[in-house]
């Protein structure tokens, strides 16, 4: 089965650094670009930035730059979203989601993950 | 960044009416790569149409898409209980990727 799988809920308090997981099975996990998109409680989607297991080659919007990193690890077919340090208002789902068309940067978002619940209080 | 404004914020409609979402764009869309995705609570979001108005795999008839340049449409020919849920639209063509605020369609 083609599918994205995302580690569990986490609860942090501010200041403390996070890492999120999203592990593709089922196809070539290095020849689809993934992007993380964040959903804040009651609110829309935001694309946070994208890359590509195959070479590591990511991209950040820019309302995300600095504030989170994206990784891969191509040997595990996984891709990492993480924070130095969290504030409350990362409190979010999280979701990774990979692309419809395996090599294409601009491509419509096919394949969701299940989404991880981050909350951030004290 | 291109700017997605979707309208009506919430669409309360009957089960079996026709449904009939906007989303209009700050400047032309690139190669009218737009997309639409269902959003229901506690799922992840669903690709419903790319290209504008090309359905994804194995979504039903019932959902068309339209439109090119700034201005663009989400139909749902005759709506199923199912379909109540939230509605988006994207912007692929361009950097950053953009999403509309969304519109809820509930039942009246």
């Known amino acids: 089965e083609v599918q994205l799988v995302q580690s569990g809920a986490e609860v942090k308090k501010p200041g403390e650094s996070l890492k999120i997981s999203c592990k593709g099975s089922g196809y070539t996990f290095t020849s689809y670009w993934i992007n993380w998109v964040r959903q804040m409680p009651g609110k829309g989607l935001e694309w946070m930035g994208i890359?590509?297991?195959?070479?590591?080659?990511?991209r950040y919007s820019p309302s995300f730059q600095g504030q989170v990193t994206i990784s891969a690890d191509k040997s595990i077919n996984t891709a990492y979203l993480q924070w130095s340090s969290l504030k409350a208002s990362d409190t979010a789902i999280y979701y990774c989601v990979r692309h419809r068309d395996s090599g294409k940067i601009y491509n419509p978002f096919d394949l969701w993950g299940q989404g991880t619940m981050v909350t951030v209080s004290s | 960044e291109i700017v997605l404004t979707q309208s009506p914020g919430t669409l309360s409609l009957s089960p079996g009416e026709r449904a009939t979402l906007s989303c209009r764009a700050s400047?032309?869309?690139?190669?009218?790569?737009l997309a639409w995705y269902q959003h229901k609570p506690g799922q992840a979001p669903r690709l419903l149409i790319y290209?504008?108005?090309n359905r994804a795999t194995g979504i039903p008839d019932r959902f068309s898409g339209s439109g090119s340049g700034t201005d663009f449409t989400l139909t749902i020919s005759r709506l199923e209980p199912e379909d109540f849920a939230v509605y988006y639209c994207q912007q692929y063509g361009s950097s950053p990727r953009t999403f509309g605020q969304g519109t809820k369609v509930e039942i009246k």
């Open positions: 890359i590509y297991p195959g070479d590591s080659d990511t």
């Open positions: 400047q032309s869309v690139s190669s009218s790569y």
């Open positions: 290209g504008a108005s």
